[in-house]
């Protein structure tokens, strides 16, 4: 039988990805076929809560301490060993860089010890491969929305190794507006989910929230959160009463900007097919306005591994040792 590098059986590599650019410490095993044989995350929100959002040097020492646990529990809940794993995968960029520089280095290491190749993969090309993970693996060419609490984009996919910006916000992402939004009406942190729990018991019509339709098929949160501020100080002691309402109201200004948007750059870029990934995609208000769009599964639309294990396999790997040097990057490249 023909062997890939690592000792598995050419064209189903078994991939260990790794990912820490924000809060979750993830570790996943992905069959070269797609197939998810594990996929644990460990998610740091508790710690940061009271803060109200990630505090970068926690979460790198957070990082620290869950690494080798997480991967160990990735590699038992797969029945892999370590000597069965043919590429390691991890999160090059972007993110907080002291929390990628854990993953990054805990992936050369492991890929060092057992001289394999290393695949450094982008955060958001592993938001959209997530997408091609069995059962339901779904196929370019499609027009994807990738909302997260990190980026809020539009990305015309014609291939699994690749995407080209089509549109981007101008200030906060999707996901930092839900976040900033919960924070104001007192919820908890990642704010995302609570609004969309509470916003099912409110009246969205309750309250007006604008819309920015800035040109082009960029994005804008920050205008609908001054406008959020605003209200919540108006209310003041009634606050409580209101909050549903709010939150019902809040979330659909957010969700009509997104699905907005994202119709118009298909119909623009003459796009038959709309997919959506990242955490925002796990709201339940915008997988109804969307009713036609492929979703990521909802445990596959925030931060986890098995994402970057996938996206590992359109990603030109470095041969060991090739990639000792090899250095995360914060931002997203212009
Ligand atoms: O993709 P992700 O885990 O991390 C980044 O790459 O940023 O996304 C996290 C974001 C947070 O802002 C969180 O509030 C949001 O996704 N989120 C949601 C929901 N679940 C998570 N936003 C709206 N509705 C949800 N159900
Ligand atoms: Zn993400």
Known sequence: MARSRGG???GNRVILGLETSCDETAAAVVSEDGRVLSNVVSSQARLHERYG???PEIASRRHLELISPVVREALLEAEVELESIDLVAVTAGPGLIGALLVGLAAAKGLAWSRRLPLAPVDHLHGHVASLYLEPGAVDPPFLCLLASGGHTLLVDVQERGGFRTVGTTLDDAAGEAFDKGARLLGLGYPGGAE???LAREGDPKAFSFPIARVPGLDFSFSGVKTAL???????GEELDARRADLAAAYQRAIVQALAERTLAA???LGADCI???GGVAANTELRAALPDAAFAPLELCTD???????AARYTDALPYPDYLALDAYAAAAA
Do not use: W
């Open 229 to 235: 501020l605003y209200q919540v100080r108006d209310l």
């Open 8 to 10: 598995g059986p050419l």
């Open 275 to 277: 997919a959506v990934v």
């Open 266 to 268: 298909a119909e623009q």
């Open 304 to 310: 986890n591994a098995a994402m970057i294990a996938s």
């Open 195 to 197: 609004i969309d729990r």
């Open 53 to 55: 959002g990630v505090v």
